[in-house]
Nanobody, 122 residues
Framework: HVQLVESGGGSVEAGGSLRLSCVAS?????MAWFRQAPGKEREGVAA???????SYADSVKGRFTISKDNAKNTLYLQMNSLKPEDTAMYYC????????????????????WGRGTQVTVS
């Protein structure tokens, strides 16, 4: 069983930046960030695997960058040019699987989940 702990959330003004981190208790091959706003479904934001292949939701392309430090079992999400619509609880997710193509942004593909960190953009 892998435990995931997120950090780095907070409140920022529109146009600002935040960097989220997620530390995993063990090795993970594919990791992702999801987010969920009140009253909405949890949606995939970005994903990365140990080969550094990445996937991004269209809504964050060009603004967010996902990265993974395999040696530290740590996942990052650099969020720039934040918008009020980015406000949500952000969750780290992981699965020990290599996908043939790019890492997925489908929540049911991920086995391990963190408890989330809140991001508020005003």
């Amino acid at each position: 069983h892998v435990q995931l702990v997120e950090s780095g959330g907070g409140s920022v003004e529109a146009g600002g930046s935040l960097r989220l981190s997620c530390v995993a208790s063990g090795d993970t091959y594919t990791m992702a960030w999801f987010r969920q706003a009140p009253g909405k479904e949890r949606e995939g934001v970005a994903a990365v695997d140990s080969e550094r292949r990445t996937s991004y939701a269209d809504s964050v392309k060009g603004r967010f960058t996902i990265s993974k430090d395999n040696a530290k079992n740590t996942l990052y999400l650099q969020m720039n040019s934040l918008k009020p619509e980015d406000t949500a609880m952000y969750y780290c997710a992981a699965v020990n699987r290599r996908y043939t193509r790019y890492p997925p942004l489908i929540k049911n593909e991920y086995k391990y989940w963190g408890r989330g960190t809140q991001v508020t953009v005003s």
